[in-house]
Structure formats: C-alpha cells, structure tokens
C-alpha cells in the first residue's frame, strides 16, 4: 500500500465521506486539464468544506509525506493544477468552499472562499451596484482562488488591472497546516512585506489560498462598443493612443484579433456572423464605461474613429446598439480559444511585450515561423492595450496532428526567443505551470529564480506544495 493510500482513511476523517472522491469515474474530470492537454493520475481528490478541514489535510499530508495539488476550476491553461501521472498526489478542490460571506458597501469589498466562481462573485457584487471587474471567456468556471493563484488578467486589465491589483486581503492555508489570517480590507497597510504578493501569481506552490477581500468598483452605467477592421498591429497601437487620449480611464478594453483568429471563430462557433461585407487583415474591439447612465461614449468613439479614417488606421467600423450587438461582438473575440481547438492543437504561447514593440514583433515572429512551418497558421489575438498577445498556432491546412505536435518546443523556442529580443515576457497572464516550468531557467533573470527558490524553500521546506509546477529542477 502505497502512503497516499495509507492515507484515505484519515482524509475521509477531515474532510468527511461527502468529502473524498476515489471513485475512478469521479476521478477524471480532475485529473485533465480543460485543452486535454495535460494529465495525470491520483489516488482521491479530497474537496474540504472549510478553511479549518484544508489545514486538517495538509496537516495529515505533511506527516504522511504526500505531495498536494491544489484546483479551482480548473481552467488552467499551463497544467498547473493537474496532478502527475505517479498517482501519488492528492488533488485538493476548492469546489465546496464557494459562500460569499460579506459585501462592505462603504468599504467598496467583498469577502469571498476561494472557491467562488468568479462570475458568483461578479453578480454579487452587481446585485449591489457594485462592479468586480476581472473578465475572462472562463469566467463562468474559474474561481476566486484559481484566478489569484495564476494572477489572472483578462479583458478589463487596462482600465482596472490584473488579480494582483484587485486584492485587499487573503487567508491561506500553509503547507504544514498553519493558517496565515491575512483577510483585511484595508487599502493602506504599511506593515512591513506584502505577504498576499507572495501567493498572488505562485500557482498553489506556496500554499493554499482559502478566502480573499476583494475590491469593488461603482457599477457601470453606460457602455459603447466598436468592431473596427485595421489594416495591422501598427494601426491597432496607433488607435489605443487615438482612442485613450480622448476616453481617459473610461477606454475598459482593447482587444485585437488577426482575421485567421476571426476565421476560425466563424467556422466553429454556433450562431456568429462576420459584421462587414468582405474580410480585413486585423481588428479591434475596443471599449468605453462610464459610470453615469448618460455619459455620452458613443460619440467620444465616433469622434476617435472619424480621426482614425482620417489617418487609414481604420477600414471599416461599427459601434454596437443595444447589448445583443455587444453580446454579438464579444462572442467573437471570447469564442477563439475554444475554436482554434476544433483545428487540431493549439500550440499557446500567452506573450507580453512593450505596447510599441507589438507591430514589430509580430512582423518579425510571423516571418521566423513561416520559414520554419511553410503554411503554419498564426493566431495572434489578445489584450494589446496591456502588450499581451495569445500568439498561438495551428497546423497547416491537412497536415499531421502528431507531426505538428512533435515540433512545439521548437517553435515555442522561435516565439520565447523572439520575445525576449523586444525584453518582453514568456508568461502575460497564464502562469507557468508545468508548461513553461523548464523555460524559466534559459528565460529568467537567475538572481530572481534564486530569490523564488529561496521562498519555496521556507515556506514549503518538504516540497509538497504543488511540486513540478513553476520551478524548474536545480
Ligand atoms: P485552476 O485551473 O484550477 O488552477 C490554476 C492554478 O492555480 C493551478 O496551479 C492550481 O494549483 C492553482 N490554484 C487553484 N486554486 C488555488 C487555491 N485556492 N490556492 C492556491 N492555488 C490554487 N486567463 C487569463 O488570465 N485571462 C484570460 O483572458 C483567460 N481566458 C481564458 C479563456 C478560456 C476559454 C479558458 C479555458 C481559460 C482562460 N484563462 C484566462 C485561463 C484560466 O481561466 C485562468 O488561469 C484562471 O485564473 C484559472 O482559474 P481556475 O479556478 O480554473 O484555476
Ligand atoms: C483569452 O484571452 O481568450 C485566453 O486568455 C487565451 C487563450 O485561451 O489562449
Ligand atoms: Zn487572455
């Protein structure tokens, strides 16, 4: 019997029998990443109802000897909160750990478990006239918890900033079961380090986060949305500076797309049409709030958008009326990542570079791929007002599955090395998990992946956090 087995019975003690899932059906929904992409095998999943249980079982796990790995809802799209194929680890699932348990109006916070649904928490906060404003196409899934552990970003970054930003307070379980109460909502704190910063972005290696005061926003009043078609990246930079200088703060979101994204999202998405009569090479979709009902967006739009057709960084464009023409918009933004897997694998590479540097490098990385993979498909989309690009890629029309798989460390290589050339980095907002654990060694400042060693090391001596994930060996 192996010690993970020796184990059960005293995790069933902790957590219940509702608690402990070791049925192999049960299992697999856990043990596979949302891609399939990644998979791997445990002996039980073990879903604590309290902050008090997640410490019983790390607790019992630390003496047993038995390495855990956190889950939220497992969106996740680097592996990181997949176990590995010992079947050795325990997986521990935030999925019963889901209560709002207060809403500070005058203190502008919630206070929430970790495993929360992120949209959950969204509508709370809006059945209070409030705003939280984190926005992901895997909202509907992915949790409080899961959202911090990878420093989630997003569509709304520019206007509001990522889950680092969006923290007051946190309680996380150590990996020997004391329990850090981190969970003040204070906006001001100078009391020494910032220890939240520490398990913001640590993707579950550090501890396990149970709860966490979040900040609100007034609610949005008014919205104006716009579908514009560009002749390239260059245009798309040039038109956040249009588009900013007159919107201020009020310019929420700009998310541009190559027409092969766009493409895909008509061939394999349910109900989407393209808005103009013939295809461009780019677009944007970018987007003005306000917190007046009244605030008069759709005219600061039209206004960019006159002296974006004035100096050709614009096609063609349309400003969206009424919210089903919203709905219609973002759907075909938010629908690529699920389409680009209906074209086989979708080798992701979730890159940040300097905002300028975003024509260059795509100009520079697409011609580097075509003369590796001659008929490679780029789908180059993402948060560009934040310098953030999904520059993923499909398999030529009619080639080999396998084939195109084989070779993803080799382009993977021609994109990181082409981001690093413009000091950009190798992970916007996705994490590192075990996905990009063994770049960080060529792609990482040393004296940094020493600092973060140094913290593994005393926070999780016995290495039983989340192990194989972020850290590369050394
Ligand atoms: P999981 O996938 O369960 O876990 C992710 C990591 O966090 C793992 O390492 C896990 O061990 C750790 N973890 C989970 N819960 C805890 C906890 N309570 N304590 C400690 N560690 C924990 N991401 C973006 O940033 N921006 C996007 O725009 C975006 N869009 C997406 C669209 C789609 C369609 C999909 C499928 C994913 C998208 N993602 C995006 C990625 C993903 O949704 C995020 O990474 C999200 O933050 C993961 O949350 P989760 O609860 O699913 O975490
Ligand atoms: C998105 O913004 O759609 C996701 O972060 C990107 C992806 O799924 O690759
Ligand atoms: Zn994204």
Redesign the pocket.
Known sequence: MTATESLLPALRAAVGPAGLVTDADQLRSYLVDWRGAYRGAAAAVVRPGSTEEVAEVLRLCRDAGVAVVPQGGNTG?CGGAVPDASGRQVVLSLGRMRRVHELDAANQTITVEAGAVLQTVQEAAAAAGRLFPLS??SEGSATIGGTLATNAG??AVLRYGTMRDLVLGLEVVLPDGRVWHGLRGLRKDNTGYDLKHLFVGAEGTLGVITAAVLKLFPAVRSRATAWVALPGPAAAVELIEVVRALAGDRLTGFEVMSRQSVEFVLAHAAGVRDPFAQPHPWYALVELSDTLPDAGLAEVLETGLGEAFERDLALDAVIASGSAQVAALWALR?G??EAQNSEGPSL?H?VTVPVSSIPDFVERTDRALAAAVPGIRVVAY??VGDGNL?Y?LSKPVGSDDDAFRARADELARVVYDSTASFAGSISA??GIGVAKRDLLADYEDPLELELMRGVKALLDPAGLMNPGKVLPAG
């Open positions: 799209l992901l196409g997003g569509t938010e690529i990542s992701k979730d993402g948060h999904h993923n907002e996705h």
